[in-house]
């Protein structure tokens, strides 16, 4: 059987770079995809609170977080603002939180995946309520972000 002409391979190709395409942009920045994107980094509770190094938020980019919390694995995410700011709220809001989608960056603002609508960075942390990221407390000790077990616990139910 000879090889199929390239003409008669290109529409499939082409429908397998859509279809990977879609695929990819489902995923959203912060979603680990088949290894392709960078997921949430898991975080091991001590003494009561989770930290991770302020350095690591020097980028001005939204980082995501695992933890597991009331026998809940909750998602949060931070980010340093422009003003210096470190900024942290669950991935999950008052609103959307029963599709378990979260948020994702799209340069200044942070985008709910389920519905769209857009809250710019400087409102994370103080706005609460409907489709704003759900506020979550942290304190910048030294080198560090440090968030109460507690503080998760609580943000559990929604997860």
Do not use: W
Request: charged share 20%.
């Amino acid at each position: 059987m000879p090889f199929p002409a390239p003409k008669r391979l290109l529409p499939a190709f082409l429908a397998c770079l859509a279809v990977l395409a879609v695929v990819f942009v489902a995923a959203g920045p912060g979603h680990a995809l088949l290894g392709f994107s960078s997921g949430p980094t898991s975080l091991k509770p001590a003494d009561g609170v989770v930290a991770f190094p302020t350095a690591d938020l020097a980028d001005g980019k939204a980082h995501f977080f695992t933890v597991d919390a009331a026998g809940k694995e909750v998602r949060f995410f931070a980010v340093k603002t422009k003003d210096g700011r470190v900024r942290t709220a669950l991935d999950t809001c008052d609103v959307c939180y029963p599709e378990k989608k979260g948020y994702r960056q799209e340069g200044d603002f942070m985008l709910c995946i389920n519905c769209g609508r857009r809250f710019h960075m400087n409102m994370v942390g103080d706005q609460r309520g409907g489709c704003n990221p759900s506020p979550l407390a942290s304190e910048v000790a030294g080198e560090s972000v440090r968030i109460k077990m507690a503080d998760l616990a609580v943000g559990a139910a929604y997860f």
